[in-house]
């Protein structure tokens, strides 16, 4: 496989090969990871609300591993829908004041696999550029026609709708907040577009689930959107801190997935205690609306001081602060001093972004305090001046 080895030393060559590295957790203190022997702030994860380690979710957890096992022994079609599952989707749908509601093994597989569950040949997918992968792949796996905007580009999204009038069913989907600039799609508008020309309408919610809204229900509710939206997904990897994914619609959508959405049907069940940890996140992300405040005031902090200092963080105003930086070896090294200073933030590259437009990613967390982020802050504003990514 010599042309493995080829490809593969043109990626080096670009800076653009990626490795897996390890890290853990640093028991008790979720906003740190660590590296061999170095403990580190941890600006790279979505854990937004802090509760990967909550003492009440890992309780119900360890509960129910006792008594039900460690794995949940067949699909949900088969023998392992368990209780807990039928509990939560009620919550869900309380939560989110919805018909019915459907939960995934992940928020990679509810996408492609609801996506290609509604789509088809003759049908079209209406997509922005930035949209996350998996939304990218369930448009390939549906075989419909692919029709991609310029990001948040409302003209251009026009312009595909009217090109593609006559395809059978039409299917717009976005990020609500998007993964790697942390902007958001113009909802209303995507709304008012879906309606003029008949097609229905998706949301990712897996940035801003739990963090926006009085309960956590995301940005379509905090604008009051939610019925406008056909399909709302969002996962319980983030802000939940847990795993899995969630779409919630009407009770014909549901009823539909559930024949139809191959990931659900072809693979096992979440285990068990996964699905109880779940539902007890769901509580805390309800009830804790503090997570949210303190979130958004790091966020405020972290950005107003990167932007002060000369930064490019692009225009959102979500806990994602991207600091773009251009060119993938900056990238790569500024993530690399960063480390030597006690800071995780990942490099992120193309493909994941656009050429040119490689950057730091940070994250932000309930957990960090202010003298963290000052801190931090202080750190990359000479690390930028350094490798040249400020001017002096
Ligand atoms: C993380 C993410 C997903 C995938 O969710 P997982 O539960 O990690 O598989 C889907 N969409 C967006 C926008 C994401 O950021």
């Known amino acids: 496989m010599y042309w493995m080895e080829k490809e593969l030393e043109l990626m080096a060559d670009a800076s653009l090969e990626r490795s897996l590295r390890t890290s853990n957790s640093v028991s008790g203190s979720p906003g740190y990871t660590l590296r061999g022997e170095q403990v580190l702030l941890n600006m790279s994860s979505n854990d937004y609300l802090g509760l990967s380690q909550h003492p009440a979710i890992l309780e119900v957890m360890r509960e129910a591993l006792l008594t039900e096992g460690a794995g949940s022994g067949a699909s949900r079609h088969v023998t392992g829908n368990h209780m807990s599952y039928r509990r939560l989707e009620e919550a869900l749908t309380d939560w989110q004041n919805c018909e019915a509601a459907l939960v995934f093994a ?46 948040n580009d409302m003209e251009h999204l026009r312009t595909l709708l009217n090109k593609y009038r006559d395809k059978r069913r039409k299917l717009i989907v976005t990020d609500s907040v998007f993964s790697m600039d942390g902007d958001q799609a113009p909802l209303r508008v995507l709304a008012e577009l879906k309606r003029e020309y008949g097609a229905m309408l998706m949301v990712d919610e897996a940035h801003s689930g739990g963090i926006y809204g009085g309960r956590g229900e995301g940005l379509c509710h905090e604008l009051g959107l939610q019925n406008d939206v056909d399909i709302h997904m969002g996962t319980f990897s983030k802000s939940f801190g847990v795993y899995g994914a969630y779409i919630c619609g009407s009770r014909t959508l549901i009823r539909w997935l559930v024949n139809k959405a191959r990931p659900l049907i072809y693979s096992t069940a979440l285990p068990p205690s996964i699905v109880a940890g779940i539902s007890k996140s769901l509580d805390l992300v309800q009830k804790e609306h503090w997570r949210r405040e303190r979130l958004y005031a790091a966020a405020g902090l972290f950005r107003s001081s990167l932007c002060d200092a000369g930064f490019n963080i692009g225009a959102g105003n979500s806990p994602i602060v991207p600091l773009i930086v251009g060119d993938n070896d900056t990238a790569l090294r500024f993530s690399r001093a960063l480390e030597e200073e006690g800071i995780i933030a990942v490099a992120i590259r193309p493909p994941t972004v656009p050429d040119g437009t490689a950057r730091i990613r940070f994250s932000l967390s309930a957990v960090h305090t202010d003298k963290e982020l000052i801190n931090a802050a202080e750190r990359i504003h000479s690390i930028g001046l350094r490798l040249r990514v400020l001017s002096p």
Not at 120 to 147: T, Y
């Open 106 to 151: 992940n928020g990679y597989m509810a996408n492609s696999g609801v996506i290609s569950a509604l789509v088809d040949r003759g049908d079209v997918v209406f997509s922005d550029k930035l949209n996350h992968a998996s939304m990218v792949d369930g448009i390939v796996l549906s075989r419909a026609e692919h029709a991609r905007y310029r990001h």
